[in-house]
């Protein structure tokens, strides 16, 4: 696959040149294999070896995936979109599907058979998800649609009562050593929220070892559905925040003058959840299970490798981010530059070849 990418670059139409692009300081495009970081992306190079990649993982997982299947054009579809949404695995598929035939109810509300078996898997897909990521207690797994609303969640309740004029926030994107950041910060009494949407599918991640205050990630991201993704809090902490939405199920008591919160995770989780996507997310984290973490980590550095060897060789490519000789960490990522080529065409030349990759402008104006 990254020989197919990389041929593809070799042979862009001359015409591509005058469009306008960034600059030769810009990173276009941004080819994701999948993804090792501990949260928000990195563009860094992977270390290069001469040998291909084994191909046993590869070839065992790919049947797996029922839109890999088709071809177009003739050629096999090629999915380098990995950072922006995975592919679903046929069991996630065939659970979401049981999901709606069979049991399709709301849960922790109806007093009947489908309600309890929904009300059951739905639990248990948050105990899935708690054990993924070593949590001490499945009540520290909130539910939200995505890491973007488990972010804001922690946002808008945590920073409203906490963040004062002047406190600074700061957000940073690459791989960072998580344990050393939260006892740093813990010195000076300040919080840390890991994005991990681009880890917990490629690594095995403990919370309770890295000990940051917050961590989210999106189920779109590692297999799963959309719709849903998890924060995960100490149950203390989570028990120390107001509310994010009013709604039902999210309150204990209510009384003339006041009401009182239900504990979490209820507290957050207002209203009819994604009942069936937080189920295929419980399938999605099975599937990842059963081939394991590490066989998936090691797989990916080796793909990581062979992706940075053959975009490296490619007339006019710059590819951004820290040599192999230059550091410890290194994510299955290559974010790189065509010079005088524009982002976008990069990304139509490749989908020519049934390659598909991103290729966008990061919040902070950054194309990559």
Same mark, same amino acid.
Not at 58 to 66: E, I, K, S
Not at 218 to 223: P, R, V
Not at 335 to 350: G, M, Q
């Given at each position: 696959?990254?020989?197919?990418?990389?041929?593809? $670059?070799? #042979? *862009?139409?001359?015409? $591509?040149?005058?469009?306008?692009?960034?600059?030769?300081?810009?990173? +276009?495009?941004?080819?994701?294999? &999948?993804?090792r970081r501990r949260h928000c992306a990195a563009a860094v190079a992977?270390?290069?070896?001469?040998?291909?990649?084994?191909?046993?993982?590869?070839?065992?997982?790919?049947?797996? *995936?029922?839109?890999?299947?088709?071809? @177009?054009?003739?050629?096999?579809?090629?999915?380098?979109?990995?950072?922006?949404?995975?592919?679903?695995? &046929?069991?996630?598929? %065939?659970?979401?599907?049981? =999901?709606?035939?069979? =049991?399709?109810?709301?849960?922790?509300?109806?007093?009947?058979?489908?309600?309890?078996?929904?009300?059951?898997?739905?639990?248990?897909?948050?105990?899935?998800?708690?054990? !993924?990521?070593?949590?001490?207690?499945?009540?520290?797994?909130?539910?939200?649609?995505?890491?973007?609303?488990? +972010?804001?969640?922690?946002?808008?309740?945590?920073? $409203?009562?906490?963040?004062?004029?002047?406190?600074?926030?700061?957000?940073?994107?690459?791989? @960072?050593?998580?344990?050393?950041?939260?006892?740093?910060?813990?010195? /000076?009494?300040?919080?840390? $929220?890991?994005?991990?949407?681009?880890?917990?599918?490629?690594?095995? /991640?403990?919370?309770? %070892?890295?000990?940051?205050?917050?961590?989210?990630?999106?189920?779109? %991201?590692?297999?799963?559905?959309?719709?849903?993704?998890? @924060?995960?809090?100490? !149950?203390?902490?989570?028990?120390?925040?107001?509310? !994010?939405?009013?709604?039902?199920?999210?309150?204990?008591?209510? !009384?003339?003058?006041?009401?009182?919160?239900?504990?979490?995770? &209820?507290?957050?989780?207002?209203?009819?959840?994604?009942?069936?996507?937080?189920?295929?997310?419980?399938?999605?984290?099975?599937?990842?299970?059963?081939?394991?973490?590490?066989?998936?980590?090691?797989?990916?550095?080796?793909?990581?490798? =062979?992706? #940075?060897?053959?975009?490296?060789? /490619?007339?006019?490519?710059?590819?951004?981010?820290?040599?192999?000789?230059?550091?410890?960490?290194?994510?299955?990522?290559? &974010? *790189?530059?065509?010079?005088?080529?524009?982002?976008?065409?990069?990304?139509?030349? @490749?989908?020519?070849?049934?390659?598909?990759?991103?290729?966008?402008?990061?919040?902070?104006?950054?194309?990559?």
């Amino acid at each position: 696959m990254a020989t197919a990418a990389a041929a593809a $670059l070799r #042979y *862009f139409p001359s015409s $591509l040149r005058t469009r306008d692009y960034p600059g030769p300081n810009s990173t +276009i495009g941004s080819v994701t294999v &999948s993804s090792r970081r501990r949260h928000c992306a990195a563009a860094v190079a992977a270390p290069s070896r001469e040998a291909e990649p084994s191909s046993s993982l590869g070839h065992l997982t790919r049947a797996d *995936f029922p839109i890999l299947h088709q071809e @177009l054009d003739g050629n096999k579809l090629i999915y380098f979109d990995n950072g922006a949404t995975s592919q679903k695995p &046929s069991s996630v598929i %065939k659970t979401l599907d049981e =999901y709606y035939r069979s =049991y399709n109810s709301n849960v922790h509300r109806g007093i009947h058979a489908l309600s309890a078996k929904a009300t059951d898997a739905y639990e248990r897909a948050r105990i899935k998800v708690a054990n !993924f990521v070593n949590a001490a207690d499945s009540r520290e797994i909130v539910f939200t649609r995505n890491a973007t609303e488990a +972010i804001n969640l922690v946002a808008y309740p945590w920073g $409203l009562s906490n963040l004062n004029q002047g406190d600074e926030v700061n957000l940073c994107c690459s791989m @960072l050593p998580i344990e050393e950041i939260v006892t740093w910060s813990n010195k /000076v009494g300040a919080k840390v $929220l890991v994005d991990a949407c681009q880890s917990v599918p490629h690594m095995a /991640v403990d919370v309770q %070892k890295l000990g940051a205050d917050f961590l989210v990630a999106s189920s779109h %991201k590692m297999c799963g559905p959309t719709g849903v993704g998890f @924060l995960h809090s100490k !149950f203390e902490t989570l028990s120390s925040m107001e509310p !994010f939405l009013g709604g039902g199920e999210m309150i204990a008591d209510v !009384f003339q003058d006041r009401s009182t919160y239900a504990e979490p995770p &209820s507290r957050f989780e207002a209203g009819t959840p994604a009942i069936g996507e937080a189920i295929g997310l419980g399938a999605a984290i099975d599937y990842l299970s059963h081939i394991g973490m590490e066989q998936i980590h090691e797989y990916e550095k080796e793909l990581a490798a =062979y992706l #940075y060897e053959n975009l490296i060789s /490619v007339p006019n490519v710059r590819i951004y981010g820290p040599s192999p000789s230059q550091t410890g960490h290194r994510a299955p990522l290559c &974010s *790189f530059n065509v010079e005088n080529v524009h982002p976008t065409d990069i990304a139509e030349i @490749l989908d020519l070849q049934q390659i598909g990759k991103s290729a966008r402008v990061d919040v902070d104006g950054q194309v990559n």
